[in-house]
């Protein structure tokens, strides 16, 4: 009787882990947002592009460049330049099925490398309205 109870609990937990594993993981979309030269918030803008995607009711996690383990606000006072922050973005970038351009996208050298980076990779984009 004990050997029959050993075999059942082996099996619930290999059925248990077997399920888990194969879980479907949620997508996550990469909020590319200007962030240098703007008139308006940083912040604010990515608020904007995260009700946008919750509008528009796409599946995916969110990623947005400016809500890393450092914060925004650590990033604009650190001694790290322009390249390394690129670097870390373009990271999280690859880490994602799917890109969402933010108004103005056009005009930032950084966007600009995302989106092409998007298409490279045969990421879903998306683009604010």
Same mark, same amino acid.
């Given at each position: 009787m004990k050997v029959l109870f050993y075999i059942l609990i082996d099996y619930a937990f290999? &059925?248990?882990a077997i399920n +888990?594993?194969?879980q479907e993981k949620m997508e996550k979309i990469y909020i590319s947002i200007p962030i240098t030269n703007l008139e308006d918030s940083v912040r604010t803008r990515c608020e904007d592009s995260l009700n946008d995607?919750?509008?528009r009711k796409l599946p +995916? /996690?969110?990623?947005?460049p400016i809500e890393d383990e450092e914060g925004f606000e650590n990033q604009i006072t650190t001694e790290h330049? +322009?390249?390394y922050f690129?670097? /870390?973005d373009i990271k999280l970038l690859l880490r994602c099925q799917a890109i969402y351009m933010s108004k103005g996208w056009e005009k930032s050298n950084g966007c600009r490398a995302e989106h092409e980076l998007a298409k490279i990779y045969g990421l879903d984009i998306f &683009?604010?309205?």
């Open positions: 290999i &059925y248990f +888990y594993l194969n995607i919750k509008k +995916y /996690e969110v990623v947005c330049d +322009y390249a690129m670097g /870390e &683009y604010q309205i």
